[in-house]
């Protein structure tokens, strides 16, 4: 009975779509951290985490254990997150809205670029820490690989502790004033620069950990994250720019429902139908499903 559940095609299928919706909800993570920490849409998200992912997880090439080079993709996310902030985004803050939306989409096509410059267009593909070979029920493949368990459990965790950061410490609390009432934080001695740039170096890292997970199933390339930043770009605006949660629930949802479009209707709908979620979602409620706040900048 057991056997026949775990390879059962739904089943398999909600397993596959929650392994890549994990993706996108990481992806969606950063920018949600980015908004509330600074109320900017980041949309060079991808390439910065790639390029980070470059950075660390070719030292793989040179006989560094997988997770050093995962770690090096981490430390250096939050450095050049952070960097950008403030040499970038900082100056930008109190200019038109949609000067830091130009800089970023300008940041994109230079961080591709430069990418294929140094690294060139041809995959890397580091070695993975686990097997992508599925489990087997009695002799039958399902759903779930250890590399893909091990996917699903690294976005839990990260998403467990942005969410415990921002909902249950003094610091996430700061966070979120700075963002909302600068000038109020500023009155109550709360450091809001030092605290933006910080929001910013945590999506940097949240970044380099989907682009290292990303890079042990498809390689890395300086492309691999553009169609992910999309789906997280959607994940973020269903569940809420304001919400962790709202972004880890669509993105796993979203990951869901098209590997089912995918697998029982026809695989060139399931880009529309996430699309055409989204435009329902924002008729229906334009904050995001998990947002608490009735209207937001963008």
Same mark, same amino acid.
Request: hydrophobic share 55%; glycine share 10%; proline share 4%.
């Given at each position: 009975?057991?056997?026949?559940?775990? %390879?059962?095609?739904?089943?398999?299928?909600?397993?596959?779509?929650? %392994?890549?919706?994990?993706?996108?909800?990481?992806?969606?993570?950063?920018?949600?951290?980015?908004?509330?920490? #600074?109320?900017?849409?980041?949309?060079?998200?991808?390439?910065?985490?790639?390029?980070? $992912?470059?950075?660390?997880? =070719?030292?793989?090439?040179?006989?560094?254990?997988?997770? /050093?080079? !995962?770690?090096?993709?981490?430390?250096?996310?939050?450095?050049?997150?952070?960097? =950008? *902030?403030?040499?970038? /985004? +900082?100056?930008?803050?109190? =200019?038109?809205?949609?000067?830091?939306?130009?800089?970023?989409?300008?940041?994109? #096509?230079?961080?591709?670029?430069?990418?294929?410059?140094?690294? =060139?267009?041809?995959?890397?593909?580091?070695?993975?820490?686990?097997?992508?070979?599925?489990?087997?029920?009695?002799?039958?493949? $399902?759903?779930?690989?250890?590399?893909?368990?091990?996917?699903?459990?690294?976005?839990?965790?990260?998403?467990?502790?942005? !969410?415990?950061?921002?909902?249950?410490?003094?610091?996430?609390? +700061?966070?979120?004033?700075?963002?909302?009432?600068? *000038?109020?934080? +500023?009155?109550?001695?709360?450091?809001?620069?030092?605290?933006? $740039?910080?929001?910013?170096?945590?999506?940097?890292?949240?970044?380099? @950990?989907?682009?290292?997970? &990303?890079?042990?199933? %498809?390689?890395? %390339?300086?492309?691999?994250?553009?169609?992910?930043?999309?789906?997280?770009?959607?994940? !973020?605006?269903?569940?809420?720019?304001?919400?962790?949660?709202?972004?880890? &629930?669509?993105?796993?949802?979203?990951?869901?429902?098209?590997?089912?479009?995918?697998?029982?209707?026809?695989?060139?709908?399931?880009?529309?139908?996430? /699309?055409?979620?989204?435009?329902? @979602?924002?008729?229906?409620?334009?904050?995001?499903?998990?947002? +608490?706040?009735?209207?937001?900048?963008?």
């Amino acid at each position: 009975m057991i056997a026949n559940i775990l %390879t059962n095609r739904l089943v398999n299928d909600i397993a596959g779509g929650a %392994t890549q919706g994990v993706v996108f909800s990481l992806v969606a993570l950063c920018l949600v951290l980015i908004w509330r920490a #600074t109320r900017v849409l980041n949309f060079a998200q991808g390439p910065m985490a790639m390029f980070v $992912t470059y950075i660390g997880m =070719t030292q793989m090439e040179h006989n560094l254990n997988f997770w /050093v080079a !995962a770690a090096i993709s981490v430390i250096v996310g939050f450095v050049f997150s952070a960097l =950008t *902030e403030i040499v970038i /985004v +900082k100056p930008l803050y109190h =200019t038109a809205e949609i000067n830091p939306i130009v800089v970023m989409v300008g940041l994109f #096509t230079l961080l591709e670029a430069l990418a294929a410059a140094i690294w =060139t267009n041809v995959p890397r593909y580091p070695t993975a820490p686990f097997s992508s070979i599925n489990f087997q029920s009695d002799g039958n493949p $399902t759903g779930l690989s250890p590399l893909a368990s091990f996917q699903i459990v690294a976005a839990l965790l990260v998403m467990t502790f942005v !969410a415990g950061l921002f909902n249950y410490t003094s610091l996430g609390l +700061k966070l979120r004033a700075s963002a909302l009432s600068p *000038e109020v934080s +500023k009155l109550l001695g709360i450091r809001v620069d030092r605290l933006l $740039t910080l929001g910013w170096g945590i999506a940097g890292a949240v970044g380099a @950990v989907a682009g290292v997970v &990303v890079s042990v199933n %498809t390689g890395i %390339t300086p492309g691999m994250l553009d169609a992910l930043f999309v789906f997280g770009f959607i994940a !973020a605006a269903i569940g809420g720019l304001d919400s962790p949660l709202g972004a880890l &629930v669509a993105g796993i949802g979203i990951g869901i429902m098209m590997q089912l479009v995918d697998d029982f209707w026809n695989s060139n709908y399931a880009d529309i139908v996430a /699309v055409v979620l989204l435009i329902v @979602v924002l008729m229906i409620r334009p904050q995001g499903m998990f947002s +608490k706040n009735s209207a937001r900048r963008v």
